[in-house]
């Protein structure tokens, strides 16, 4: 059986298709979401690197974790989004994934060049392939679950590139790099709710782990409080991204700028505060550090 059929195919003996979904509400919700996850980390914890998933099969569990995202998504939209009853400033200031040390780079792995060599002429297939497989024996480097991310989305499958992320932070010794893959991908689709949230994430990661290796969520952080005023935020924001960068400040340009600007003014326009509440609690928390 082959890396992607282990890692997201649902278990057969378990008829999940017609299996009536239970209506919860919101609190029941984010409980099993934790409980589902929890669950998911011992699973994959307990299993054999070289074959993925054996014991209760963790695909399920990622399958029944996007299940309650999705209720809990369409829950909270229903909601006034100044009320915090979606959680969405203690689960995106959670310290739920730990950032471990993690030195191997690309010239550690002999597959990685052949993956972009196929990538490059175009034979993305192969080249997923060669990286699923890849990942059968390197299921703790995030440098495979974030190339094939890129690969399904040049393949068309959006969701499969946003799972291997998620298979990552739990596998993967490095995770503030997957979690900044997430939020950009979120951001790619004018999603600002996923993009803040994942862009926390990968700060909290890197801050509560004392590990700072990647820049990118500090820095687009602080252009989202430019336009709403937060001005000690967004003097904070930079000083992280700069003393993370090891090539000095670094800025977008004014296309880029333009971007995330107006990025957060979807949330202002939608009166949806708790984002903005989330942004400047993140500052509240960390700012000393």
Not at 64 to 87: C, G, W
Not at 151 to 171: M, R, S
Not at 276 to 283: G, H, N, R, S, T
Request: hydrophobic share 35%.
């Amino acid at each position: 059986m082959d890396f992607l059929k282990k890692l997201f195919k649902r278990n057969k003996s378990r008829n999940t298709e017609t299996e009536p979904i239970e209506k919860i509400d919101i609190t029941d919700s984010t409980d099993k979401l934790d409980k589902l996850e929890t669950e998911i980390t011992v699973e994959s914890k307990d299993s054999n690197p070289k074959n993925i998933i054996e014991k209760t099969d963790i695909t399920d569990s990622i399958d029944e974790l996007d299940q309650l995202e999705a209720e809990i998504a369409v829950e909270s939209k229903d909601s006034n989004p100044k009320n915090t009853v979606d959680n969405f400033i203690e689960k995106s200031l959670e310290n739920k994934y730990q950032e471990l040390e993690d030195n191997r780079w690309f010239s550690h792995f002999k597959e990685l060049p052949e993956i972009d060599r196929l990538k490059k002429i175009g034979d993305n297939k192969a080249a997923l392939e060669l990286c699923l497989q890849s990942l059968e024996t390197h299921s703790d480097s995030f440098l495979f679950y974030s190339r094939a991310s890129v690969l399904y989305d040049n393949i068309d499958k959006p969701q499969d590139a946003i799972k291997i992320l998620k298979a990552g932070l739990l596998k993967s010794l490095s995770k503030c790099s997957l979690a900044q893959d997430i939020a950009d991908k979120a951001f790619k689709r004018n999603n600002y709710r996923d993009a803040i949230f994942w862009w926390i994430q990968a700060g909290v990661i890197q801050i509560e782990s004392k590990i700072l290796v990647e820049y990118i969520p500090f820095l687009n952080l602080a252009y989202l409080c430019q336009p709403i005023g937060f001005e000690k935020e967004e003097k904070w924001f930079f000083s992280m991204a700069d003393r993370i960068s090891t090539q000095g400040p670094i800025r977008f340009n004014s296309d880029g700028v333009n971007l995330r600007h107006k990025l957060i003014q979807q949330a202002t326009g939608s009166n949806d505060s708790v984002v903005l509440d989330a942004i400047k609690e993140f500052y509240n928390r960390y700012n000393n550090n």
